[in-house]
């Protein structure tokens, strides 16, 4: 069984998942931003002064990477063995580990011959078919006679863009550009949320970047100030529009409750 981690965001201070979003989850008051947990209890609290950037973006399945290895200029000699190689950023290795074990099973390469005549047909056909009889391959290869093109198409986008080391000489073209996805459930459990704890599978993801104390080596004794960033997951239902919006307005300046207050707060840029 082929799994996927998805990379994380770096330097995160909190996680927050709504699952019933309602507006009363979110407010700026007294120059503090807070956004409350599903259990209602403050989970993200920040003042006003220490936000930094925000960037939002709604839930995506993503799109995965098809890649055509064109043949046509390959040299071709008899009786040779050529090699292909296929990697991805995001696939954990049959053991458990991932990205911070170093142990990371991406790397699929196959060796083909060309027999006694050597024809791109023959090559290209060969490897679709060492691709198609792999069964821990995380991508699918169909090849197109006379057309000399190797189609590669990864299994789900959660994989990443794909890597591709075709023989020499061939050339390489995106039939489809890979789109990382945006609030999926297997984003969500890379931040140890449990997928149990959840109601949803597709989230509105917000990441707020701020200023925040902490201790630190490099100041004895004292604390200091250091960017950290805070997510929050607004489950991608009807119901959570009005929550989405409420927070986007909220951390652009732009919400109503701050129009007459724009000299105290006025908002943080969104990037």
């Known amino acids: ?47 006003a002064a220490d936000l930094i950037s925000f960037s939002e973006a709604a839930y995506s399945a993503g799109t995965a990477h098809a890649v055509n290895v064109t043949l046509t200029t390959m040299t071709l ?7 292909l190689t296929v990697t991805a950023p995001n696939v954990i290795n049959f053991f458990g580990g991932g990205r911070e074990t170093g142990a990371i099973y991406q ?18 056909a060969s490897f679709a078919a060492a691709i198609a009889a792999d069964p821990m391959a995380y991508f699918t290869a169909t090849y197109t006679a006379g057309t000399d093109v190797l189609l ?23 039939q489809a550009a890979f789109v990382a996805p945006v609030g999926k459930l297997a984003e969500l459990v890379a931040y140890g949320i449990s997928a149990a704890s959840v109601a949803g599978t597709d989230y509105h993801r917000f990441i707020v970047r701020h200023r925040k104390l902490i201790r630190s080596n490099a100041v004895s004794g004292l604390q200091v100030f250091a960017p950290v960033n805070s997510l929050v997951f607004i489950q991608d239902i009807t119901a959570g529009d009005t929550a989405k919006a409420l927070l986007s307005d909220l951390l652009d300046g732009s919400h109503a409750t701050n129009a007459a207050t724009t000299q105290l707060y006025l908002g943080c840029p969104s990037v």
């Not at 699952?19 to 120059?31: E, F, Q």
């Not at 790397?107 to 090559?123: P, Q």
């Not at 591709?164 to 995106?174: F, K, L, S, V």
């Open 1 to 47: 069984m082929i799994r996927y981690e998805f990379p994380r965001i770096g330097n995160v201070d909190s996680v927050t998942v709504l699952d019933t979003p309602v507006t009363a989850d979110t407010a700026m008051l007294g120059g503090t931003l807070t956004v409350k947990n599903e259990a209602g209890s403050p989970s993200l609290v920040c003042r």
């Open 152 to 174: 590669i198409t990864a299994a789900s986008a959660d994989a990443g863009a794909l890597v591709i080391t075709a023989p020499a000489g061939a050339a390489q073209a995106d």
């Open 77 to 83: 000699v008899n009786n040779r063995v050529y090699s």
């Open 107 to 124: 790397t699929r390469t196959y060796n083909v011959s060309s027999g006694a005549t050597a024809t791109v047909d023959g090559i290209g």
